[in-house]
């Protein structure tokens, strides 16, 4: 029996997931990394304590946690080296504590890579051995899947950042410092720029996109609601978001010469608005494969395979199933 | 005893090398690939009697044959399945036909890809084990060696086509049929396109660069010497060259979780030129690294290491050493 945590800048989701891939038990409560490290830490050891019954009611003890973070972290350390979403926990050791707290092993990595691990786990019997995974939340993750394993690059402390590569050098600006960044096109925080970059230019002075962005209450779903209804504005923000999407992942085939794509994360849930035009880009930007050979698909789970991969990690650390 | 073939558009070049890195005897000539596949056949199967002679004086046979073949190829059948600087050679079971004249077994591969698997032979001893190469010749071609291998992704005839990721989709038109590839940036044929482009917008009406270009004479190797000697243009040319390098290694850094790359083929002659610029741009472009973190360097020999890695691929292959 494991615990698999996904540590996100709005949510922490923690669940009991047995060896068949179960979840038995589940939680859900806001991050307010605001409060501080500690607090932070508090709040996972809670959510930990409230998933034991299920497993003692099951007659079997947790015997790992896997924790998922999204930013550039040190796993062997256990430690955040920098995560511009969950800023009070840079250089905090967040796997130590958790440990140290809950007397259970803690092995942590980047939440995008653990989506990557949770769904090479789900599609096990497919034998997809090579593709890259794409995370699209408040920011834009990524994974590779190399072989049928993880690949973590040079331990730098990322890999697969496919959301740091430059789609458009004369793109919008992104949080990460860059210009033109797949994560400044194809985000949840994207769509909201989206919106707010018209407002700035004078483009956007009515409307429900402009109403929820004067009172602070536009989300990615919000611009999504408004793209159903017809708004040309949010329409095109999609289209947006998927020409990035297409032109990242063709860029990305041809350097890794792979031909596999998957999309999770909570933002995918916008699929059908943005995979016509990913696709039609993915096309236009991809030179060495056929259109026909080209797979791009939505995650088994979109919204728990980072949960289960965080399960599934501490699984594999502690050589029950490597 | 090994020969190892670097086929190119423009020379074919052959060498005799044995186990320990030494070039014993080699040949060029030109390839004149719009003599048709038989022909270029031909004069593969005359260098290879011509090395002959050298191997025998020092009492071995020749085990192997290595191919390097620029383009996408397919290295199980021994066929070019598309090559853009070898049309001629398209569809044509090129290594089969060198086998069968030559009665040694011969082994293909992309010649970005063997540049790889040369210069890692060369540089056995640093247990480099992640790298990206870039090999700027007519064309830009790519290698990925990943833990300590070539890397050939889904063996779909391609991998690390870095020439062919975009840099810049508002960029000039590439070969390929996509626009703002790297190789429309940083090839030869990028740097006598890129003085033509000024011609035809009419921002060049005369000197040095004007007269080669209208008699037909201009080389990569001419827009250099008239860089060295301080035309604005030709500069300008080697700094877009450096840029659009800089963004390419950097998001391939960014895509891969690694942090160096090796720049070898004929153009790396221009380093001086390109490689402040690239460097800067690599800064600029990658927000996963600190600039002290990259590294960037050039070829240990830039003209021999593809050859040398088409001789180190009949020694693995052989199995004298895998």
Redesign the interface.
């Known amino acids: 029996m494991f615990i698999g945590i996904d540590l996100g800048g709005t949510h922490m989701r923690a669940a009991l997931v047995d060896r068949r891939q179960t979840i038995l038990d589940r939680r859900k409560v806001a991050t307010h990394v605001e409060t501080g490290p500690e607090a932070v830490r508090s709040r996972l050891v809670e959510l930990c304590r409230e998933l034991a019954p299920a497993a003692r009611k099951k007659g079997e003890p947790v015997s790992a946690i896997g924790l998922g973070v999204a930013g ?1 972290i040190d796993p062997r350390e256990g430690r955040v080296i920098f995560s511009p979403n969950l800023l009070p926990l840079n250089d905090y050791p967040l796997a130590c504590e958790l440990q140290e707290q809950t007397r259970i092993p803690v092995y942590m990595e980047n939440d995008a890579n653990l989506f990557g691990l949770g769904e090479q786990w789900l599609r096990a019997d497919r034998g997809i ?2 593709w890259l995974g794409v995370t699209l939340g408040t920011g834009v993750g ?1 994974c ?1 899947i ?1 072989g049928g394993r993880l ?6 402390g ?5 959301g ?7 793109g919008p600006e ?1 949080v ?3 210009k033109g ?1 797949l994560e400044a096109h194809s985000s949840a925080r994207a769509l909201v720029h989206g919106v707010a970059a018209h407002i700035a230019r004078g483009e956007l002075t009515g409307g429900r996109l402009f109403e929820l962005f004067s009172t602070g209450a536009l989300t990615a779903e919000a611009v999504y609601d408004c793209a159903k209804q017809g708004s040309t504005l949010a329409l095109g923000l999609f289209q947006r978001m998927g020409w990035a999407l297409g ?1 990242a992942i ?3 085939f ?7 794509a998957i999309i999770g994360g909570g933002v995918s849930a916008g699929w059908d608005l943005f995979i016509d035009p990913l696709c039609e880009s993915l096309r ?2 991809c ?3 056929n259109p026909g ?1 080209m797979v791009v698909q939505l995650s088994e789970r979109p919204n728990e395979a980072a949960l289960l991969g965080a399960a599934r990690l501490a699984q594999i650390k502690t050589g029950v199933d490597a």
Chains 1, 2 share one sequence.
């Open positions: 550039k051995e090579n990524g590779l190399l690949w973590s690059g040079d331990h730098l990322f890999s697969a950042e496919i740091h590569t430059v789609v458009d050098p004369a992104c990460c410092g860059l960044c032109l063709g860029s990305a041809t350097l890794l010469g792979i031909r596999c236009e930007h030179s060495m494969l050979e």
